[in-house]
């Protein structure tokens, strides 16, 4: 009988985290959708003139580079970090289920 409540509880413990690993690949996968979009669209005929203006506006720049610096890929992100990759996730499933 110990046996088996070993082994059972062993199997849930296997199972608990091939689910988390799946859920963890799901959310790269969803990431990596919305780049790959976004990297396709940013050269788009309607937007390809806006984009190299912005490119060239010095503002904008420095504004996004500010913008840039309150994010961090560090494992222990913060609330705001959080909500952004919370953001990204739910925008790269949109798209891949939009595009599926």
């Given at each position: 009988?110990?046996?088996?409540?070993?082994?059972?509880?062993?199997?849930?413990?296997?199972?608990?985290?091939?689910?988390?690993?799946?859920?963890?690949?799901?959310?790269?996968?969803?990431?990596?959708?919305?780049?790959?979009?976004?990297?396709?669209?940013?050269?788009?005929?309607?937007?390809?003139?806006?984009?190299?203006?912005?490119?060239?506006?010095?503002?904008?720049?420095?504004?996004?580079?500010?913008?840039?610096?309150?994010?961090?890929?560090?494992?222990?992100?913060?609330?705001?970090?959080?909500?952004?990759?919370?953001?990204?996730?739910?925008?790269?499933?949109?798209?891949?289920?939009?595009?599926k």
């Amino acid at each position: 009988m110990k046996f088996f409540l070993t082994l059972l509880i062993a199997f849930l413990a296997l199972q608990t985290e091939a689910t988390a690993q799946y859920s963890a690949q799901k959310d790269a996968m969803y990431i990596a959708t919305l780049k790959a979009v976004t990297d396709y669209k940013i050269n788009d005929e309607e937007n390809i003139k806006d984009i190299e203006a912005l490119r060239e506006n010095q503002r904008f720049l420095q504004d996004l580079r500010k913008m840039m610096k309150k994010l961090s890929n560090q494992r222990g992100k913060d609330a705001l970090n959080a909500r952004i990759y919370k953001i990204l996730q739910n925008a790269g499933k949109e798209i891949y289920d939009e595009l599926k």
